[in-house]
């Protein structure tokens, strides 16, 4: 909804999992309200486990969110950069969905989306949407997205890990260690191999 007393929401967006070489990418899209707090974020990879779940919680429970997964399979069919704008325009889809009843608990009548995207690329999205580098360490916004990504493959890569046992995917998520391209080598690639990425 637009009007001219539009209230101002930014959307942050970002991926986790654009350098392994297996499993899916994963993206978030946020928007925070205006008494998040902000002081427990930060990109999230540089913040611990345990305060990366912690964060997690309190965004869930107070952010509008969307997360979305694009699967290897896509990833080899389309490139990483093309799945991962994918993955955050699915993902905005999803906070889409959410955002009316979100923005009425919020006392929000109306509303104007402008987005942040970390990276020098912005997803396919119907408002106005900049790229920025390092975006993830600078927007509350894109912090909160950036959470919500890994969070959700890192749990996802774990979950594999009991699927898929002699690729030690819980430990690395599918990073391209020198132990996950040695097992590659030596057993052949797991079902959720990223079959174009080099090894």
Same mark, same amino acid.
């Not at 499993?23 to 994963?26: A, C, E, K, Q």
């Given at each position: 909804m637009i009007c001219t007393d539009s209230?101002?929401?930014v959307v942050g967006f970002d991926e986790a999992g654009r350098g392994p070489l297996a /499993?899916?990418?994963?993206a978030a899209a946020v928007i925070l309200p205006d008494a998040f707090p902000v002081e427990i974020l930060?990109?999230?990879k540089k913040l611990s486990e345990k305060k990366r779940l912690a964060a997690e919680k309190i965004i869930k429970e107070k952010a509008c969110f969307g997360i979305a997964l694009v699967d290897h399979k896509k990833i080899d069919e389309i490139n990483i950069l093309e799945a991962s704008m994918l993955a955050m325009r699915l993902a905005f889809e999803e906070l889409e969905i959410k955002?009316?009843?979100w923005c009425e608990q919020n006392k929000i009548t109306a509303?104007?989306?402008e987005g942040i995207t970390? /990276?020098?690329r912005s997803p396919a999205v119907d408002f106005e949407c900049r790229a920025e580098p390092k975006a993830? @360490?600078?927007y509350p916004e894109v912090m909160a997205a950036s959470i919500l990504a890994k969070t959700c493959r890192d749990r996802l890569m774990c979950e594999l890990d009991k699927k898929y046992p002699a690729y030690g995917y819980a430990k690395h998520k599918g990073y391209p260690t020198r132990e996950h391209k040695e097992i590659c080598r030596k057993? @052949?690639?797991s079902p959720i191999q990223r079959l174009t990425f080099k090894y």
């Open positions: 209230k101002i929401l /499993g899916p990418v994963s930060n990109d999230s955002l009316p009843k509303w104007k989306l970390d /990276g020098t993830d @360490g600078k057993l @052949g690639p």
